[in-house]
T-cell receptor, first 112, second 115 residues
Framework: GENVEQHPSTLSVQEGDSAVIKCTYS??????FPWYKQELGKRPQLIID?????GEKKDQRIAVTLNKTAKHFSLHITETQPEDSAVYFC???????????FGTGTRLTIIP | GAVVSQHPSWVICKSGTSVKIECRSL??????MFWYRQFPKQSLMLMAT?????????EQGVEKDKFLINHASLTLSTLTVTSAHPEDSSFYIC???????????FGSGTRLTVV
């Protein structure tokens, strides 16, 4: 089955700086890659997603890049703010097998 | 937007008892519901996939006789933790596909504590 690895497990950045979280996946048939933000005790919230037919997607301060050849995708957060502090999860799924496989998570701390 | 209502949000039960968790899709029909378990400071691990009107598909290592899943209608799926033990204490969360564009909606989660 699919295996998703995520790095780093923890990340601290100064407010205003950029944060990058990287994920790799094992199943070349995976074609949907969402990123979720989860606050303690809450449900995951989708912040951005990308499908395999595009290489990059941006939404204001958040962007995701996908390299299908290398089977990795990354989350980029620019101009970080204290409210960006949370745990972020990447995930992957493929058509015909809808289940999401999650990465191990990254605890992002924004230092004021 | 699509909403999945999950209840209860938290529950404390005694060892050996059973607990039922419900997930309802409020404004769409959830053909498929996914059930996850999340231990503290860990990722979401898929336990099982339920399809309306058929038996659930369990992930490797998940006891189907302990975690009973019922998906009797297109708007309701339930997870029953039978004969709960302290090691079953966890955050349980459901998720449903909302459309053909791979959208997923999560329930609010249930914090189960077994004492």
């Amino acid at each position: 089955g699919e295996n998703v690895e995520q790095h780093p497990s923890t990340l601290s950045v100064q407010e205003g700086d950029s944060a990058v979280i990287k994920c790799t996946y094992s199943d070349s048939a995976s074609n949907y890659f969402p990123w979720y933000k989860q606050e303690l005790g809450k449900r995951p919230q989708l912040i951005i997603d990308i499908r395999s037919n595009v290489g990059e997607k941006k939404d204001q301060r958040i962007a995701v890049t996908l390299n299908k050849t290398a089977k990795h995708f990354s989350l980029h957060i620019t101009e970080t703010q204290p409210e960006d502090s949370a745990v972020y999860f990447c995930a992957a799924s493929k058509a015909g097998n809808e289940k999401l496989t999650f990465g191990t998570g990254t605890r992002l701390t924004i230092i004021p | 937007g699509a909403v999945v209502s999950q209840h209860p949000s938290w529950v404390i039960c005694k060892s050996g008892t059973s607990v039922k968790i419900e997930c309802r899709s409020l404004d769409f029909q959830a053909t498929t519901m996914f059930w996850y378990r999340q231990f503290p400071k860990q990722s979401l691990m898929l336990m099982a996939t339920s399809n309306e009107g058929s038996k659930a598909t369990y992930e490797q290592g998940v006891e189907k006789d302990k975690f009973l899943i019922n998906h009797a209608s297109l708007t309701l799926s339930t997870l029953t933790v039978t004969s709960a033990h302290p090691e079953d204490s966890s955050f349980y969360i459901c998720s449903a596909r909302t459309d053909t564009n791979y959208g997923y909606t999560f329930g609010s989660g249930t914090r189960l504590t077994v004492v």
